[in-house]
């Protein structure tokens, strides 16, 4: 018995590898940096958005939770019709946390991301 399940009889790649690569350009995610997030060569994952190979079970899972979709969805076994809008992976996992975090630390984590943003915008119309 193999340690990874076998994928299923109406998987197809062709279909699997157009959506990895649509998937990874909506978050705007390279895939030098998705590779990293995988801890995978990037010729490896180019592989793998190119139909030239598969990526394990196991890694598969990853790309799923990394793109925050379902392996439905992954798959292109299901139309992805939400649309993610944090597109920063880590940026989200923090974001799912913040809900844990007491009053008094939610109010001073706008307070700096209020600020952050407001600089940014500062910026832009200051080199424009």
């Known amino acids: 018995m193999s340690l990874f399940p076998v994928l299923p009889l109406d998987w197809n790649m062709d279909k699997f590898a157009e959506r990895l ?72 996992r923090l974001y799912q946390k913040v809900d844990q975090l007491p009053d008094e630390d939610q109010k001073a984590l706008l307070v700096v991301l209020d600020s952050l943003v407001k600089r940014s915008r500062i910026r832009r119309v200051m080199t424009e």
């Open 21 to 92: 690569k649509q998937l990874r350009s909506a978050r705007k995610i390279t895939q030098t940096r998705l590779a990293q997030l995988l801890d995978v060569s990037p010729r490896v994952y180019n592989r793998w958005e190119n139909g030239v190979a598969t990526p394990h079970f196991d890694t598969i899972v990853k790309i799923a939770d990394i793109l925050n979709v379902s392996l439905d969805e992954l798959a292109a076994r299901k139309d992805t019709d939400r649309q993610l809008k944090i597109h920063n992976p880590e940026l989200h």
